[in-house]
């Protein structure tokens, strides 16, 4: 039922921005990163260790790190928005944990935002809507047990999709992290914790 309910809203989300702009600002940016790059040099978070090695993306893939599970509308529904690759990296830890970070990259801002908003609900079942001051635009749903946020910088977004005992503090400080890394300010490299 939750997969019928997401696919719905992916397909509503595709006529929104095939037929017109969204007009937001996303639409005039430029910003571009390389997704592999970006979660190639996220430290390990406090209390949780990699899981394997950095993974390249393409469509299908993409949605199976956004969503935790394939979903073939999404993933047709990506190439009308105009994707062009991604990178995901996850981390787990005790009790459960589990924290994915998803960056794609995009021919345009105004589908990643609508999708990996779309997402960050499906992922988050009778989640409430989280909208972090820290990040402007950003749209997130949590619960007790889960969390999700994604934010859009010019052509590059940034998705976190976390569940068990992992709070707000550490997505938002993965979150920070991320903007760093796609925008060139943080080369610290895979091994150091911050």
């Given at each position: 039922?939750?997969?019928?309910?997401?696919?719905?809203?992916?397909?509503?989300?595709?006529?929104?921005?095939?037929?017109?702009?969204?007009?937001?600002?996303?639409?005039?940016?430029?910003?571009?990163?390389?997704?592999?790059?970006?979660?190639?040099?996220?430290?390990?978070?406090?209390?949780?260790?990699?899981?394997?090695?950095?993974?390249?993306?393409?469509?299908?893939?993409?949605?199976?790190?956004?969503?935790?599970?394939?979903?073939?509308?999404?993933?047709?529904?990506?190439?009308?928005?105009?994707?062009?690759?991604?990178?995901?990296?996850?981390?787990?830890?005790?009790?459960?944990?589990?924290?994915?970070?998803?960056?794609?990259?995009?021919?345009?801002?105004d589908p990643a935002q609508s999708i990996g908003g779309d997402a960050a609900n499906a992922v988050v079942p009778g989640g409430t809507s989280w909208m972090p001051r820290e990040f402007s635009g950003s749209q997130g749903s949590r619960?007790?047990?889960?969390?999700?946020?994604?934010?859009?910088?010019?052509?590059?977004?940034?998705?976190?999709?976390?569940?068990?005992?992992?709070?707000?503090?550490?997505?938002?400080?993965?979150?920070?992290?991320?903007?760093?890394?796609?925008?060139?300010?943080?080369?610290?490299?895979?091994?150091?914790?911050?």
């Amino acid at each position: 039922m939750r997969w019928f309910s997401f696919s719905a809203l992916v397909v509503a989300s595709a006529f929104a921005f095939s037929g017109c702009s969204l007009g937001s600002e996303q639409a005039g940016q430029t910003h571009v990163a390389d997704p592999a790059a970006v979660v190639s040099v996220l430290p390990a978070r406090p209390g949780l260790t990699t899981t394997g090695p950095v993974t390249t993306l393409n469509a299908a893939g993409f949605t199976e790190a956004l969503l935790g599970h394939p979903d073939a509308t999404l993933t047709k529904t990506l190439a009308s928005g105009g994707f062009q690759r991604g990178a995901s990296r996850t981390w787990t830890g005790a009790n459960g944990a589990s924290l994915t970070a998803v960056v794609g990259l995009w021919s345009d801002g105004d589908p990643a935002q609508s999708i990996g908003g779309d997402a960050a609900n499906a992922v988050v079942p009778g989640g409430t809507s989280w909208m972090p001051r820290e990040f402007s635009g950003s749209q997130g749903s949590r619960s007790a047990t889960a969390r999700a946020l994604n934010v859009v910088d010019g052509q590059v977004s940034l998705f976190l999709r976390a569940t068990g005992p992992v709070d707000d503090a550490m997505v938002l400080r993965q979150m920070s992290l991320m903007k760093q890394a796609e925008a060139g300010r943080d080369r610290r490299g895979t091994g150091s914790n911050g």
